[in-house]
């Protein structure tokens, strides 16, 4: 972490003369402390003598090009100082190579040659991170300075996520955005676009999955009034509704490859041309995009264009699954009751701690989208205003368990018991007799277990027969 007293200290490392005086030129002119060093065991032992803040290093030192030199210095470095992030240089076409880099830790990676504004920026928002990472800013400390409404939860890697996005929403940086299905991505890219300086903008999203090939152009860059057949009139593509906001191209990993190098003449010169017109205009966005898929290694296989994917992801934030910050769980649910109450006119919903606990403890393969729907299902068909364990597992028993992810697994043998006596006794209305001979259980045994869970209450008076 970097104090108040000196300038943030980076290290170079690479064998190529040119590259460190470039670097260590651009980094000095930017105000930061530049140190250069040609190969693992110099860096090593700089590293050892003097606190850092960064390394830039590359991935091959000696004329072998495997970057197995590089991916051991990374791994030592990261060994010895966990903290420090280290940013990789790739030389173009490498991009097997930096997906092997990111997997060991790596903060981010840039291509060679590289792009000065760029790659300063892409350092600035590195050091940023690393300081937020280490300050370890709450969840209170960051709603004051940031508008993270409807963002819930304050785990240490979403309250990581959320430090990233205060740091980038000002820029102008393209910003990739990665995570499953159901993790909130389109929520992040409203929180960048909320707290930059295009928010009373528009921000315009486009699922770059669901346009067909053929309409691409036109639904993108628009078309002029006999461009073909149905052009009746002039229409405005995408990119033109987003001038001066925000594109979210959702899906990207969904584009195909044909289009891809029509978006990048896009985001190379924020220049377009309509279908049909005779000249090139002009639209100041800022793209951000999201996917559920590796899109570096996409990449690697030859399905999307690297220039494509290094012109959008300067920035890039990987949200954790729910599986990953099961501590928000109870905050996520009890909003989602909150919200659902509220548009439904149900009053105040209340949840079980043990329901919560339950909940807590179930895969969530949907991520928090499948959450919000067990909540919802739950309390519509249960009708209830505090729900139980056993009301979110009848809902679950709506829809195919492969669907819902939820189960016993996460359920203790006592929580499994409890769950099936509940279920009896509404099934047969409290009538013990009944309920004991569903269960396989004597009278006897059944009220022991009654006194146990806590249930003799739910036992109607007059209901013994």
Not at 31 to 36: K, S, T
Not at 198 to 203: L, M, S, Y
Not at 373 to 385: H, Y
Request: a negative charge; aromatic letters at 4%; proline letters at 4%.
């Amino acid at each position: 972490m970097t104090d108040s007293s000196r300038k943030p200290r980076i290290l170079v490392v690479d064998d190529d003369a040119a590259v460190q005086a470039s670097l260590v030129l651009l980094l000095k002119q930017a105000g930061y402390d530049a140190r250069a060093c040609d190969d693992a065991a110099q860096a090593l032992a700089m590293l050892a003598s003097a606190p850092f803040d960064l390394v830039i290093q590359d991935m091959n030192f000696s004329l072998a090009t495997s970057g197995d030199e590089g991916l051991d210095l990374l791994g030592r470095i990261k060994a010895a100082q966990p903290a420090l992030p280290v940013l990789l240089m790739t030389a173009w076409g490498s991009i097997a190579l930096a997906v092997r880099g990111m997997k060991a830790q790596a903060a981010n990676f840039f291509t060679k040659p590289w792009d000065n504004a760029q790659l300063l920026e892409l350092v600035r928002v590195t050091l940023q991170s690393a300081a937020g990472g280490a300050a370890g800013e709450s969840r209170r400390q960051l709603d004051a300075r940031f508008d993270f409404s409807n963002i819930v939860g304050e785990h240490p890697r979403l309250l990581a996520v959320l430090s990233t996005i205060g740091q980038v929403a000002a820029t102008k940086a393209p910003v990739l955005i990665l995570g499953e299905s159901g993790t909130g991505k389109e929520m992040v890219a409203d929180a960048i676009h909320r707290n930059s300086t295009r928010a009373d903008e528009t921000i315009v999203k486009i699922n770059m999955g669901a346009i067909p090939p053929s309409l691409f152009e036109s639904e993108m860059f628009g078309h002029v009034r006999g461009a073909f057949t149905d052009a009746k009139a002039d229409r405005i593509g995408h990119v033109a509704s987003a001038h001066r906001g925000t594109l979210f191209l959702d899906e990207i990993g969904e584009l195909h490859r044909p289009d891809q190098v029509k978006l990048l003449r896009v985001l190379q010169d924020q220049s377009y041309r309509p279908v049909g017109a005779s000249a090139a205009q002009q639209a100041d966005v800022r793209v951000i995009s999201a996917t559920n898929r590796e899109l570096a290694e996409l990449v690697a296989t030859g399905d999307f264009r690297e220039d494509l994917f290094y012109r959008l992801n300067l920035i890039t934030i990987r949200l954790p699954s729910l599986r990953e910050r099961r501590s928000d769980i109870p905050l996520l649910v009890r909003h989602i009751a909150d919200r659902v109450a509220a548009d439904y006119g149900l009053g105040e919903i209340g949840v079980t701690d043990q329901a919560l606990d339950w909940l807590s403890a179930q895969p969530w393969p949907g991520n928090v989208r499948q959450l919000r729907q067990a909540v919802e299902r739950t309390i519509l068909l249960s009708g209830k205003q505090e729900l139980g364990l056993g009301d979110f597992i009848a809902a679950a028993s709506h829809e195919p368990a492969s669907a819902s992810g939820l189960g016993v697994d996460g359920m203790t043998l006592e929580q499994v018991e409890r769950l099936m006596i509940e279920k009896a006794l509404e099934q047969h209305h409290g009538n013990i007799s009944r309920v004991a001979r569903a269960l396989g259980l004597s009278r006897t045994a059944l009220y022991r277990r009654l006194e146990r869970h806590g249930l003799a209450g739910h036992v109607p008076a007059g209901e013994a027969e």
